[in-house]
């Protein structure tokens, strides 16, 4: 089990009294995602809709990686590994 | 004693207060900055709830206690995962008693038995046989309205764009649309009872059967508790407006009338609120220290309050930003000094 760092857009401080970053241990993205929509459902609100997958405009980094362009959401996590969401940036 | 008024903008809410005479004000804020607000009730505890929202990150509603600490509840209102509905927005949040109910889009109507801190579907309303043909208004497909009677909680009407009037005289069990007397916007092929699009409702505080309409097609009153619609319009510039406002003391109605739904500017660019004081058989303008020229906003259908003090607060939001206040039932307003984002809804309550 891997520990990884999770950490939510400053947009997101209002509604989580604060909490931008914490930590939670799971082996794969899928798994630290399930982890997330089951522990903190009032954060997983504001990341997935009701298609269970994210908001359309919510983006999910692996460190570096876009996770939607990963193959499959089963990508291994290793200690230290961040998940960083943020908003898609477009339009003008 | 003084008056909060809090106004839900596209970019957070702002906390104006001010003592009895309304006469300064002084402005807080925002909170939920990035976010819209766009539904903001207290309950009879005292708690205060909004409804926040992001294009990005979706609907939530919050609760307060102070209008400083603010915490999101435990279950906002949810459609089902896999379900072909997306919840978009907490529309009207109406605290009662014994249940507190949210408005929302797309059009569906929650309850919640615990204060707000969790949310059930009201099904009987939400999955209703007409369901399948409602269609959206402008601003969504949404349920905007609430009306709980306090002769009976049992009794509930609901406003829904563009679908009309729903009412309930058993708890929510069963719904009936009722638009009897209003022109049909968009008619459907098999559903002949849907298709109206009602902007806001409100109830006579002393003659309870009575339920005052801003509609699309125009300004109507019910005097049987919405079987039937009259309209009244005398007086008004055009029947086309969003916000319907009612002073529970002097049962003063106020209106936001607009230039027809091509527009929605203010009539030649002057900007007027109307009042009526003998429950909608004439209108007159409460427009003093309103602008005469140039005014090319709207005032959307959440964005009129009134504090229920003597003699009434009225508060205006506009969409270009900024609240207009009157200490006199709308006999003179003015414009609180501040340029706010666009206002989405405005309430106001007294405080000790």
């Known amino acids: ?92 | 004693m003084g008056v909060v008024v809090i106004v839900g903008t596209a970019k957070g809410a702002f906390v104006l207060r001010s003592s009895n005479a309304r006469q300064e004000w002084k402005v807080e804020g925002p909170l939920f900055k990035g976010w819209k607000v766009t539904a903001i009730a207290r309950a009879a505890d005292g708690t205060y709830l909004a409804g926040t929202a992001s294009d990005v990150y979706g609907p939530a509603i919050q609760k307060s206690s102070n209008l400083r600490d603010w915490r999101q509840v435990e279950k906002s209102p949810q459609y089902p995962e896999g379900g072909k509905r997306k919840l978009n927005q907490i529309w009207s949040i109406v605290p009662n008693g014994k249940a507190h109910y949210a408005g929302v889009d797309e059009a569906g109507l929650f309850r919640s038995i615990d204060r707000g801190e969790t949310w059930e579907p009201v099904t009987a309303l939400n999955e209703h046989p007409t369901s399948g043909a409602w269609v959206p208004g402008a601003g969504g497909l949404c349920l905007h309205s609430i009306i709980v009677d306090p002769r009976s909680d049992r009794r509930i009407w609901c406003g829904i764009s563009a679908v009309g009037v729903f009412r309930s005289d058993d708890g929510g069990e069963t719904w009936h649309a009722k638009n009897e007397g209003v022109p049909v916007i968009v008619e459907d092929k098999e559903f002949k009872d849907i298709g109206f699009c009602v902007h806001a409702i409100a109830q006579d505080p002393k003659q309870l059967d009575t339920i005052y309409r801003q509609d699309h097609r125009g300004m109507f009153r019910s005097s049987d508790r919405g079987d039937r619609w009259q309209r009244i319009e005398n007086g008004l510039p055009s029947g086309y407006g969003f916000p319907l406002a009612l002073d529970p003391r002097t049962r003063a109605l106020f209106s936001a009338p607009l230039e027809s739904d091509e527009y929605r500017i203010p009539i030649e660019g002057r900007f007027a609120v109307y009042r009526s004081r003998d429950g909608g058989e004439s209108w007159h303008p409460a427009a003093a220290g309103l602008p005469e020229r140039n005014a090319y906003f709207a005032v959307l259908r959440r964005a009129l309050a009134v504090d229920g003090l003597d003699p009434c607060g009225v508060y205006c939001g506009t969409t270009s930003g900024t609240i207009y206040a009157s200490n006199n039932c709308g006999d003179r307003w003015q414009a609180i000094p501040c340029v706010l984002p666009r206002i989405l809804t405005v309430a106001a309550f007294t405080e000790n």
């Open chain 1, 1 to 92: 089990m891997a520990r990884i760092r999770v950490l939510l857009p400053s947009v997101m401080a209002a509604v989580t009294q604060g909490e931008l970053e914490f930590a939670l241990d799971a082996d794969s993205v899928a798994l630290a995602l399930a982890t997330i929509a089951r522990e903190r459902p009032g954060i997983a609100l504001h990341l997935f809709d009701e298609s269970g997958g994210f908001r359309q405009h919510v983006l999910c980094f692996l460190n570096e990686t876009n996770t939607r362009w990963l193959d499959n959401l089963d990508a291994p996590l290793q200690d230290g590994d961040t998940l960083l969401f943020m908003q898609a940036v477009s339009g003008g």
